[in-house]
Structures are given as structure tokens and as C-alpha cells.
């Protein structure tokens, strides 16, 4: 079962950017479908964006030009680089792991999900 470590949130001013990371341990990461989703207070958990073993990516619409995932296999580690940050961007942030090869969206597609980083975004 792999290990997921998220870190990077934090204060952001709107338009500002934030790099979030997720350290991953205890599996074959390269071979994961990893994922971003988030959690804003009050509301469901969200997708945000998902890249596959390949390198194949797919971001959620709300997050289309301003984020990207990307992973490093070689330090087991995922990203999701944060640009023109808005308030409806405050969330907690998740990673998540799956071993579908596919570009799911849905919750249940990942079994492996790290405990959260926070990110604020003042207006």
C-alpha cells in the first residue's frame, strides 16, 4: 500500500501561485495513476487533475490554464503547480493513487489518498 505525504499549502494572495508536492513511498509509484483532488469547507471533494504512468495528463475544467500535474518517477514525487490563484481555490488539497491506467475523475478509482494540505487564497 503506498504512503502519500502532501506538502507546499499555505497563504496565497488571488493571482499569486503556490507549487503543492506529494511524496510517495511504499510502492511502485511510477506505475500509479496519481491524482490531485481538493475539498473546500462545506462542499464535496472535487477533482482537480490526474496524470497517469505515461505522463498523460487531464485537468478539471475550473483548474483548465492555471494548474498542472506533473510527476517526477525518479523521486517519487507528484506536483500540481498553481497559477492565478483565485479565492474559490481555498481548499484542502489531496493526493490519491490508483492503479487504473486510465484518467479517472471519480473518487472511487483511487485507493491510496494522503492526509490533506490546506490552501488559502485571499481576494
Same mark, same amino acid.
Given at each position: ?5 502532501? =506538502? ?6 488571488? %493571482? %499569486?501561485?503556490?507549487?503543492? =508536492?506529494?511524496?510517495? =513511498?511504499? %510502492? ?7 491524482? #490531485? ?15 497517469? #504512468? =505515461? ?16 510527476? &517526477? ?15 474559490? &481555490?481555498? *481548499?484542502?488539497?489531496?493526493? *490519491? ?5 486510465? +484518467?479517472?475523475?471519480?473518487? +472511487?478509482?483511487?485507493?491510496? #489518498? %494522503? ?9
Amino acid at each position: 500500500q503506498v504512503q502519500l505525504v502532501e =506538502s507546499g499549502g499555505g497563504l496565497a494572495q488571488a %493571482g %499569486g501561485s503556490l507549487r503543492l =508536492s506529494c511524496a510517495a =513511498s511504499g %510502492g511502485t509509484f511510477s506505475r500509479y495513476t496519481m491524482a #490531485w483532488f481538493r475539498q473546500a469547507p462545506g462542499k464535496l471533494l472535487e477533482f482537480v487533475a490526474a496524470v497517469n #504512468w =505515461s505522463g498523460n495528463t487531464y485537468h478539471a475544467d475550473s483548474v483548465k490554464g492555471r494548474f498542472t500535474i506533473s510527476r &517526477d518517477n525518479a523521486k517519487n514525487t507528484l506536483f500540481l503547480q498553481m497559477n492565478s490563484l483565485k479565492p474559490e &481555490d481555498t *481548499a484542502v488539497y489531496y493526493c *490519491a493513487a490508483g492503479a487504473s491506467p486510465g +484518467l479517472r475523475t471519480e473518487r +472511487l478509482a483511487y485507493d491510496g #489518498w %494522503g492526509q490533506g494540505t490546506q490552501v488559502t487564497v485571499s481576494s
